[in-house]
């Protein structure tokens, strides 16, 4: 069994999928491992490294697809909508790919891939179990977008985050608020809060309550029927229109009190919710800043841009796409622990195992033998009821 590790062509990408350290035990599992050459290298990881863990080089991109039976993305066809679709002429049917593939965001996408013949699976989709922890690469890869969002805020913010007495006297500390307390959320008020900021976050979920104040912040409570606000995987379920038109207007006042905002909120398969409106960014302090991380969904602002930096009525409303890409080496390390688990755990006797009686690969497989099989997926293509047992690659 051999495994690619093809170089990202998304846009401005720079992690890898798979780093040189996780090689040995790919290795040990049976798998030989190619790399294209130059995958690693802005993410700090040099053709060098991988041939010293044993991986072979290849000069060509074709060359990778053509020798790999297994192909670790980072971002699939959905999630790299663009670059991602000259992929698809270089798949050989039976080859098995994994990575974000956004299948519950562009389900069109993964007819596309199933078209191609390979069997993909979205790690996106893993279930929240404890079985499913060390493979978890969207709350990894939600760490670090916590982490430099509150970066970016400071680098925007004309003012400094902590408080500090000075020859010129005490400047006061940032407030800054988070809206959804999610792995990044979180992530976004541990790191804020090691700044010097004094933090306050919100979020629909009654559990988050705790999280929050066990970080040192405050958490902000409305008075808001919250039952059901959260699903079995533990994510923020959506609400109707009229629940959020109410949440905005409880909200309006500790966005106007913060220096910055930093949202989070999120809903898979759906456009995110707009939870700072046009009007509430007009009555922040000029020189605020928000820093909205569903902005390629669309955004929790109104007046979000995916992938730009607009100044309106004074803040600065930053919508960037890909965080965690702006963080190569650790993303990279982390994506790798990640996705190098959940190949092992698939992995029996030297060959890929496809069993769908194990929840980790039945939840994550999305297509195989030319068809989508997912069932989500199938329900958002409109798609009837598909069969399945057990296979193997």
């Known amino acids: 069994m051999i495994v690619g590790i093809p170089k990202e062509t998304f846009p401005g990408e720079r992690r890898v999928a798979l780093i040189p350290a996780t090689i040995p035990a790919l290795r040990k599992a049976g798998a030989e491992v190619i790399v294209e050459t130059g995958a690693g290298y802005l993410a700090g990881y040099p053709d060098e490294s991988y041939a010293a863990q044993g991986a072979s080089v290849a000069p060509a991109r074709r060359e990778v697809f053509e020798k790999a039976d297994v192909l670790p993305h980072l971002l699939g066809l959905g999630a790299n909508q663009e670059a991602g679709r000259a992929d698809l002429a ?13 299948p519950l965001g562009a389900p069109e996408t993964v007819k596309e ?20 922890q060390s493979m978890d690469a969207l709350s990894s890869m939600s760490t670090v977008s916590g982490y430099k969002a509150v970066l970016l805020a400071a680098d925007a913010l004309p003012r400094m985050f902590p408080m500090l007495m000075t020859a010129a006297g005490t400047i006061t500390p940032a407030r800054l608020l988070v809206v959804g307390v999610g792995v990044a959320g979180l992530q976004a008020i541990s790191t804020a809060r090691r700044m010097g900021a004094v933090v306050s976050a919100y979020d629909i979920r009654p559990a988050a309550k705790e999280q929050v104040q066990s970080l040192g912040a405050r958490f902000v409570e409305l008075p808001l029927d919250t039952a059901g606000a959260e699903d079995k995987g533990g994510y923020a379920k959506a609400q109707d229109e009229a629940f959020y038109r ?30 700072i409106t046009v009007e509430m960014v007009r009555q922040m302090h000029p020189g605020s800043v928000i820093i909205d991380l569903p902005a390629e969904r669309g955004g929790n602002c109104e007046l979000t841009e995916a992938g730009k930096t607009v100044v309106a ?25 990640n ?9 029996k006797d030297g060959k890929l195992s496809v069993d769908l009686q194990d929840e980790i690969t039945r939840e994550t497989l999305i297509a195989t033998g030319g068809g989508v099989v997912h069932p989500r997926v199938r329900e958002a293509l409109g798609m009837g009821p598909s069969g399945g047992g057990d296979r193997e690659s």
């Open 90 to 102: 270089l798949y050989r049917r039976g080859q098995a790919a994994y990575g974000f593939f956004r």
């Open 339 to 347: 996705v190098g688990a959940f190949f092992l755990h698939m992995v």
């Open 113 to 132: 891939v199933a078209a191609a013949g390979i069997t993909a699976f979205a790690i996106e989709m893993l279930p929240r179990t404890t079985r499913a």
């Open 313 to 337: 009525h004074g803040v600065t409303i930053v919508g960037p796409v890909n965080l965690p890409g702006m963080v190569p080496f650790h993303a990279s390390q982390m994506y790798s622990s």
């Open 246 to 275: 109410k949440q905005r207007e409880l909200m309006a006042k500790a966005v106007a009190e913060s220096d910055v905002v930093i949202t989070t909120a999120n809903v898979p398969g759906r456009r995110a919710p707009i939870l």
